[in-house]
């Protein structure tokens, strides 16, 4: 009941094509859902993150999608550039362990250029 | 504003010896936790600190252990290390504990044993 299952593990899309990742969870005690992004060499970074109250939230190019009752939420990358090649990982916690972050396995994704 | 310093970077250690990583979170940040970063079980929580007291513990052996000092700084130590204990370990940072927010994490020690 604590996993977090995330999809797909590797993902190759054209420069200025929209990356979509999958996540999915089932302990409805999460309520804090981000999503973090690692370069080789380097530590995770949060990237954008969302609570159940929204269903949507935006930043530049990035968005999350929830769906609290499929308990399912998404990273869409618009106009996908050589630069957000990375490891993304989604992740969630509840509010009785707010620093224990719950992580999906990981999502290779290249773009293109 | 320095980030998180996490050291040393690289080690090498054989199997049944022991080894203390360190971590030195944002000025400021209280809350200290550390993940274990491998291939196959990818990200998972090992423990928090904050002030000098464990808040939470993932599902590790007793090997695992930590502590945190009175300037935030934490230290993890595993004994009598095993095959399996390889990995890359990430320390993160945030200001408060037990309000879900950002956390900062150093770039990782990361540890071969043979």
């Known amino acids: 009941q604590q996993q977090v299952k995330q999809s797909p593990q590797s993902l190759i899309v054209q420069k200025g094509g929209i990356s979509i990742i999958n996540c999915a969870y089932e302990n409805t005690a999460f309520d804090y859902f981000p999503w973090y992004q690692q370069f080789p060499g380097k530590g995770p970074a949060l990237l954008i993150a969302i609570r159940p109250d929204v269903s949507e939230k935006k930043e530049g190019r990035f968005t999350i999608s929830f769906n609290k009752s499929a308990k399912q939420f998404s990273l869409h990358i618009m106009d996908s550039q050589p630069g957000d090649s990375a490891t993304y990982f989604c992740a969630a916690s509840s509010i009785q362990g707010a620093q224990k972050l719950v992580f999906g396995q990981g999502t290779r994704l290249t773009i293109n250029p | 504003k320095a980030g998180v310093t996490q050291t040393p970077r690289y080690l090498i250690k054989t199997r049944g010896q022991q080894v203390t990583l360190s971590c030195s979170p944002i000025?400021?940040?209280?809350?200290v936790s550390w993940y274990q970063q491998t291939p196959g079980q990818g990200l998972q929580f090992l423990f928090e600190y904050f002030s000098e007291t464990q808040r939470n513990k993932g599902n590790f052996p007793g090997r695992f252990s930590g502590r945190q000092f009175s300037n935030s700084r934490s230290e993890m130590n595993v004994s009598t290390l095993e095959l399996g204990d390889s990995a890359l370990y990430l320390c993160?940072?945030?200001?408060?504990?037990?309000?879900?927010?950002?956390?900062?994490f150093g770039e990782g020690s990361r540890l071969t044993v043979l």
């Open positions: 993160a940072s945030s200001f408060l504990a037990g309000v879900a927010g950002e956390l900062f």
């Open positions: 000025s400021g940040h209280r809350s």
